[in-house]
């Protein structure tokens, strides 16, 4: 019964050889891994996983994994138990990025997620998540 069909999406992959890629695609490719494996954090509920993709503003506001797992539970419930989760477009900004995620959540409700994007170093955390109620069918 629970099975999560996370590894079924198409994703884009560059097809160029020999260090070719572009940046952009790199971009892409480093946020929606960070995403994706946040969502599998949160399906095989890994706290500790979960947790190592927020930003450091995030770990700050939530105090410890515990509060941040029950926050993301509470509110945020079509992340914390996606089924599904289609990568749309990216808009850059200054000093971070948005990802718009579509995300089929519980009672097979869609959404559409708005992953705010912030570089740490080499990684992208995810500085949070605005979620809206998606059109009832595509």
């Given at each position: 019964?629970?099975h999560?069909?996370?590894?079924?999406?198409?994703?884009?992959?560059?097809?160029?050889?020999?260090?070719?890629?572009?940046d952009?695609?790199?971009?892409?490719?480093?946020?929606?891994?960070?995403?994706?494996?946040?969502?599998?954090?949160?399906?095989?509920?890994?706290?500790?996983?979960?947790?190592?993709?927020?930003?450091?503003g995030?770990?700050?506001?939530?105090?410890?994994?515990?509060?941040?797992?029950?926050?993301?539970?509470?509110?945020?419930?079509?992340?914390?138990?996606?089924?599904?989760?289609?990568?749309?477009?990216?808009i850059?900004?200054?000093?971070?990025?948005?990802?718009?995620?579509?995300?089929?959540?519980?009672?097979?409700?869609?959404?559409?997620?708005?992953?705010?994007?912030v570089?740490?170093?080499?990684?992208?955390?995810?500085?949070?998540?605005g979620?809206?109620?998606?059109?009832s069918?595509?």
């Amino acid at each position: 019964g629970d099975h999560r069909d996370l590894h079924s999406f198409p994703t884009r992959r560059s097809s160029d050889l020999a260090g070719g890629h572009a940046d952009g695609d790199n971009i892409d490719d480093a946020i929606q891994n960070t995403i994706l494996s946040q969502i599998e954090a949160f399906a095989n509920d890994d706290r500790q996983a979960a947790w190592d993709h927020a930003s450091e503003g995030i770990k700050q506001q939530s105090g410890s994994v515990e509060s941040f797992y029950d926050m993301v539970k509470l509110s945020y419930a079509p992340v914390h138990r996606a089924s599904s989760i289609e990568f749309m477009e990216r808009i850059p900004h200054p000093g971070f990025q948005i990802q718009v995620v579509r995300l089929l959540g519980p009672e097979g409700k869609r959404w559409i997620a708005h992953y705010h994007m912030v570089k740490n170093g080499d990684d992208w955390k995810i500085g949070g998540v605005g979620l809206k109620e998606g059109p009832s069918s595509i």
